[in-house]
């Protein structure tokens, strides 16, 4: 397996979310922009199905602070819902 991304839909004060539980790519595929192109493809699904944001919950590290803002997520620290 190289990489996963399982997560659900839902309803949502402006519209349908993407709610991502976990984005895992293998560690030996890391820097072959595999990480990038899922991301990529998450978010234009999101596009396509009119979703009012993708929300993805994370442990906080640098490398994956970095990733994720290239990807241009937000990064909210201590975000409760």
Not at 70 to 80: G, I, P, Q, R
Request: net charge positive; aromatic share 14%; with cysteine.
């Amino acid at each position: 397996m190289i990489g996963i991304s399982p997560g659900f839909t839902k309803p949502w004060l402006r519209g349908m979310e993407s709610d991502i539980d976990q984005f895992f790519i293998d560690r030996d595929c890391h820097w072959q922009s595999i990480g990038s192109n899922l991301t990529a493809y998450i978010k234009e699904e999101g596009r396509f199905h009119q979703r009012s944001a993708i929300i993805l919950t994370t442990r906080q590290s640098f490398s994956a602070q970095a990733f994720y803002e290239k990807m241009t997520f937000l990064w909210k620290k201590d975000l409760s819902v």
